[in-house]
């Protein structure tokens, strides 16, 4: 079983910023493809940022410019830079490897996990 752990959350003021990570439980895991979402009260998880196996990325308009998603060279762990932050980037976010998004050695794991969320809070 895959956990993912996100840390990084926290309460910013408008203009600032936070940086987010998700890791995945256990030394033998790698992350090679992500999607981070974000959750208000009461509502559907919205994308906000992807990067796939390759490495390519993409972002939803209302984050593009702001937002960056990178993992680590070692591919333990991603991170999503949030610059520039607005009140409406406020909830919960969320981390998500698609299937075949961890692999474990040389098997590529075929099921989708997710985290629990951080909170992120922007006040102005």
């Known amino acids: 079983q895959v956990d993912l752990v996100e840390s990084g959350g926290g309460s910013v003021r408008v203009g600032g910023s936070l940086r987010l990570s998700c890791v995945a439980s256990?030394?033998?895991?790698?992350?090679?493809?992500v999607n981070w979402y974000r959750q208000d009260t009461g509502t559907r998880r919205e994308l906000v940022a992807e990067m796939a196996n390759d490495g390519t990325t993409n972002y939803d308009a209302s984050v593009k410019g702001r937002f960056t998603v990178s993992r680590d060279q070692d591919r333990k762990g991603v991170w999503l830079q949030m610059d520039s932050l607005k009140t409406e980037d406020s909830g919960v976010y969320v981390c998500?490897?698609?299937?075949?998004?961890?692999?474990?050695?040389?098997?590529?794991?075929?099921?989708?996990?997710w985290g629990k969320g951080t909170q992120v809070t922007v006040s102005s």
């Open positions: 998500q490897t698609p299937p075949g998004g961890i692999t474990s050695g040389r098997h590529t794991l075929i099921s989708e996990y």
């Open positions: 256990g030394p033998e895991y790698r992350i090679r493809a």
